[in-house]
C-alpha cells in the first residue's frame, strides 16, 4: 500500500492516502500550463460511520504562491464511510508553473454528530525534467 499511497496522514481513526501522476497529455509547458491528477483513499478505521462535508485546500505553486479551495465534498459527493470501509476518488490540479504542492483537511462528522476535520497530507506536485 506505501508504494502505491506514498503519502499518508491519519486523524481520529480516519487514514487518508495520497498518490499523485503527472498528466503530459493535458499539459502544455509552452503554454504555462502542467496537470496532475491524484488518487484520494481515505479508510475508516474508527468504530462509527462517517460522512465527508467539506475539504479545504491549500494549492502552493513553484513561485510560492498559494491559492485556497473550499466547497462541499468532493467531486460533488458527501461519502458515507463505515467503520472499515474506505472512499476513493480521482481528481486533477492544474498549475502555471512545472512544480508546487498541495495538502489540506476534510471536515467530517460522524455518526454522533460531533463534527472533526481530517488531515490531507500534503504532497508534491513535480513535471518531469524536459529531456528526461
Known sequence: MKSLFPHVAETLGVVVRVSV?????QSEPARGRWFWAYHIRIE???DQTIQLLTRHWVITDGRGA???????GVIGEQPLI??????????????????G??????????ADGE??????PKFALLAPAVGA
Open 82 to 99: 463505515a467503520p472499515g470501509a474506505s472512499y476513493d476518488y480521482v481528481s486533477g490540479c492544474p498549475l502555471a508553473t512545472p512544480t
Open 101 to 110: 504542492g498541495m495538502q489540506g483537511t476534510y471536515h467530517m462528522v460522524g
Open 115 to 120: 463534527g472533526f476535520d481530517v488531515e490531507i
Open 44 to 46: 475508516n478505521e474508527g
Open 21 to 25: 501522476s503527472y498528466l503530459p497529455e
Open 66 to 72: 498559494r491559492h485556497s479551495v473550499e466547497g462541499e
